[in-house]
């Protein structure tokens, strides 16, 4: 089985970089192409970067480093070109941030919301003073985090791109996530995704995912990461739906392979995606 996902995150512009940029990170996959295709490096971070100059002994590392769950500082140009990659340590974060118990297990049942503005009154008083390089998956837990202690459980909604979308567009991420509310509307429960970054309010299903492909594709809804993860070449995106408590892909992945849902929140998680995607503790 493949292990990729492949998805991007957002409009290939949501993530300028002025000059030569660096990021520590883990790499998520590595898709060699096909002759005349560059390399393509899925990042845990879930950037898609290329590496135009790799050789075959390159590649190979990477691949033994991924494998061996290696972090990585790779430094990118304004083109998302690996101009260097070296093991690095695994980036270590502020004792002070470790504040939070873990909690017992929850009964997760997601909350429904009485009206549609109900939903519009919590996306607009979400917070919003996130960084400008902060990662969706970052700001969709901490919002979802900050629902919850307003009793508001919500879901999240996952969409991952295909490696034959991300060539064709030249999309710079693989995968995207934001949180989702079940309202009553028009008599009926409905879903409404709430990405408080790059829309203005709560949107179905498929006016979100219009936001970020550009053939107006109909995106699957699969029940595992799986089913989407074994088919990269297949149609340009899939969705995936959660509970609030998966935090990346990886999370995904584990249910697939362990079948152990996750029914509670990890601290250290919670901390970390506020500290990265709002440079502040609870």
Not at 55 to 63: A, F
Not at 66 to 88: F, T
Not at 185 to 194: C, L, P
Request: with cysteine.
């Amino acid at each position: 089985m493949r292990r990729l996902l492949p998805l991007l995150l957002v409009l290939a512009t949501v993530f300028p970089l002025p000059g030569h940029s660096d990021v520590v990170t883990r790499i998520h996959d590595i898709d060699p192409g096909s002759l005349g295709e560059g390399a393509l490096i899925f990042l845990a971070t879930g950037q898609v970067v290329s590496y135009p100059q790799a050789t075959n002994r390159q590649l190979n590392e990477l691949r033994l480093g991924m494998q061996s769950h290696r972090w990585y500082r790779i430094k990118l140009s304004p083109r998302h070109e690996i101009l260097a990659a070296k093991v690095a340590s695994a980036p270590r974060f502020s004792t002070s941030l470790l504040g939070l118990q873990r909690e017992a297990p929850e009964a997760y049942h997601p909350s429904v919301l009485p009206a549609l503005e109900a939903a519009r009154t919590q996306f607009a008083e979400a917070r919003r003073d996130f960084t400008a390089d902060s990662q969706c998956y970052d700001r969709a837990h901490t919002w979802a985090y900050d629902w919850r202690r307003r009793q508001l459980y919500t879901s999240k909604t996952w969409l991952f791109f295909t490696r034959r979308y991300i060539r064709k567009h030249k999309f710079d991420w693989w995968f995207h996530v934001a949180p989702s509310v079940h309202v009553v509307i028009d008599g009926k429960v409905r879903e409404r995704v709430m990405d408080i970054k790059y829309t203005q309010g709560p949107l179905p299903l498929k006016e979100w995912t219009d936001v970020f492909i550009r053939d107006n594709a109909h995106c699957p809804v699969v029940e595992t990461y799986r089913e989407h993860a074994d088919f990269p070449e297949s149609g340009s995106c899939f969705v995936m739906k959660s509970s609030m408590y998966y935090y990346r892909p990886l999370d995904l992945e584990l249910l697939d392979l362990t079948g152990i849902p996750r029914d509670r929140w990890e601290p250290s998680e919670v901390q970390h995606a506020l500290h990265e995607a709002f440079r502040k503790p609870l």
